[in-house]
DNA sequence: AAATGCATGTAACGCGTTACATGATTTT
DNA sequence: AAAATCATGTAACGCGTTACATGCATTT
């Protein structure tokens, strides 16, 4: 699309990415998301409802209202051409450099403030959950592998899974690392 | 500090924390920031004067107007009592959940309907930046043991440096991996 | 009777970036 | 003569989250 100078969000690609792989609800969708993309993107109402819409007044997905006796009626999306066309340019189009903020890393940077304890504490937590992390992953591939064998999409979600694995693998191996040495260097 | 439901910023807590490193103006501090915190962090002018004014009503830092002739005044910032107290609090306070979100996963993840050379493509380009930080990496380093040798700060210091490594080693070797799995697949 | 799920949406808010405004000095 | 550096700030904007509002059905 267009967009002056820092303008451009991935959250219209991602709705039409999700509706690429079915027609669905903002509902849907939010629930497809966190059991797909959910690892590295999230979306909250907040943000699906009101770009459903404009996706709709550009012409990129079309609505229909879908009335259920006893239940809400649903407006369901669907992807249009134009709308599949404007997917694959933005999946052509080379990913942004993510600039990366660490809140943790803030934290130990300043670590020399205070107690060395507070600093290792808070490398056995973040330790900890990249260990439960992996855990998820290897239970979240047998899941997909089943639920989906044969999937043409299926080598790109393990690899985005397999993301996951070598990012908490590293980071539980530096914290491992940096445990060690803040230890060493302290009984020096 | 207090702050209801979701409000919480660390950005307070980073320029505290570089003004703990001794006293300076905000030009001084993005300066700072961008050779010491800058691999996992950064500030804006525009969050930074206005910040530093809050600090300042609050009484954790105090601000002192250097003239000198030729250049412009400068409105040196030096960190309080209570702000040091403040920051301590903050670093000793569990870091939150980093909720990671990534353009270049999404991507990937809907990779199937693309031709398989732009993903390809992209994880050529994330690899070669990787490595170019891997080196950068090794510079900053060098600079830092010549420049702050005996630092008591150090050995946190090289713990973040080793964070970026071990991450940015990781997307290499994923993206190696995941280039290798996808040209197998395309083959079969 | 209360809580949870389905389903859609809006309003308010906070954070952060970008762009703009100003103005003198020094470097190219 | 033009561009970069020093130095401080504000205004506008966009993105995203949270909280709120509504209302019916099902589950506890």
Redesign the pocket.
């Given at each position: 699309m267009q967009?002056?100078?820092?303008?451009?969000?991935?959250?219209p690609f991602a709705l039409l990415g999700l509706l690429s792989q079915g027609p669905g609800?903002?509902?849907?969708l939010k629930r497809r998301a966190e059991g797909s993309v959910g690892h590295f993107w999230?979306?909250?109402?907040?943000?699906i409802?009101?770009t459903?819409?404009r996706l709709r007044s550009k012409g990129l997905v079309t609505c229909a209202v879908k009335a259920?006796a006893?239940?809400?009626?649903?407006?369901?999306y669907t992807i249009t051409r134009a709308g599949s066309k404007a997917l694959k340019d933005w999946l052509a189009a080379t990913p942004p450099g993510e600039?990366f903020?660490s809140a943790l890393l803030l934290k130990l940077f300043f670590g020399d403030q205070v107690d060395p304890a507070i600093s290792s504490g808070h490398l056995s937590s973040v330790r900890s959950e990249e260990l439960d992390r992996l855990k998820h992953y290897d239970r979240v591939e047998q899941d997909i592998r089943r639920r989906y064998a044969g999937a043409r999409g299926m080598p790109y979600w393990l690899a985005t899974l397999s993301y996951g694995r070598h990012r908490s693998r590293a980071i539980v191996d530096w914290a491992d690392e940096t445990l060690r040495r803040l230890e060493a260097g302290a009984k020096k």
């Open positions: 967009s002056r100078p820092g303008r451009s969000s991935a959250t609800s903002g509902y849907d999230s979306e909250s109402y907040g943000q409802y009101p459903l819409k259920r006893g239940k809400p009626d649903r407006l369901v600039p903020r």
